[in-house]
T-cell receptor, first 117, second 112 residues
Framework: EAGVAQSPRYKIIEKRQSVAFWCNPI?????LYWYQQILGQGPKLLIQFQNNGVVDDSQLPKDRFSAERLKGVDSTLKIQPAKLEDSAVYLC???????????????FGPGTRLTVL | QKEVEQDPGPLSVPEGAIVSLNCTYSNSAFQYFMWYRQYSRKGPELLMYTYSSGNKEDGRFTAQVDKSSKYISLFIRDSQPSDSATYLC????????????FGKGTHLIIQP
């Protein structure tokens, strides 16, 4: 079974530039999550999708971050404009079903390491 | 006070030792408790998953949850150098949006 794929693996940008990350979840997984992991911290949820609908985006800084999951499969996360404090690893995870519906494991991709200069 | 507290370490132990990793939490609504292992430059991978209070054993790993004390533990027996990684506790309350709340992670080093 192929895992969660993310690209690019690394990205370096200047502050105020824009950047986009892509995630391809495990085939058949209905639930997709984006987490932000700052160095030395645990991952923090940014947004959760159930199929192509947003379940929770309460911690997404909506003035600069946006995410979409077209057709309920792949997802993109965009930052525009980037700030220095956005430097982090952006992790995508997927699960067969949401935990609320009996799912029990979120599978994580390798992450995209973003450096904002 | 953060919702989940975890000592970041590093914790260094000799090979073969029993390792104890712990987290405390403040939100009494948390019902599901997990331990993830994260190697450098990799995504977290699930090690143990428990619901409510009690113990769960899987091979060399044992997870304990004490909801009355809001305290969870992961024990690793017969530790191996390959166990060297960051261990993240995570939890979830259930009944809705289910993004996990993570601790900071404990960096574990097993010395050969």
């Amino acid at each position: 079974e192929a895992g969660v794929a993310q690209s690019p693996r690394y990205k370096i940008i200047e502050k105020r530039q824009s950047v986009a990350f892509w995630c391809n979840p495990i085939s058949g997984h209905a639930t997709l999550y984006w987490y932000q992991q700052i160095l030395g911290q645990g991952p923090k949820l940014l947004i959760q999708f159930q199929n192509n609908g947003v379940v929770d985006d309460s911690q997404l800084p909506k003035d600069r971050f946006s995410a979409e999951r077209l057709k309920g499969v792949d997802s993109t996360l965009k930052i525009q404009p980037a700030k220095l404090e956005d430097s982090a690893v952006y992790l995508c995870a997927s699960s067969l079903e949401a935990l609320s519906y009996g799912g029990n494991e979120q599978f994580f991709g390798p992450g995209t390491r973003l450096t904002v200069l | 006070q953060k919702e989940v507290e975890q000592d970041p370490g590093p914790l260094s132990v000799p090979e073969g030792a029993i390792v104890s990793l712990n987290c405390t939490y403040s939100n009494s609504a948390f019902q599901y408790f997990m331990w993830y292992r994260q190697y450098s430059r990799k995504g977290p991978e699930l090690l143990m998953y428990t619901y409510s209070s009690g113990n769960k054993e899987d091979g060399r790993f044992t997870a304990q949850v004490d909801k009355s004390s809001k305290y969870i533990s992961l024990f690793i027996r017969d530790s191996q150098p390959s166990d060297s990684a960051t261990y993240l506790c995570a939890m979830y309350s259930g009944g809705g949006a289910d993004g996990l709340t993570f601790g900071k992670g404990t960096h574990l080093i097993i010395q050969p």
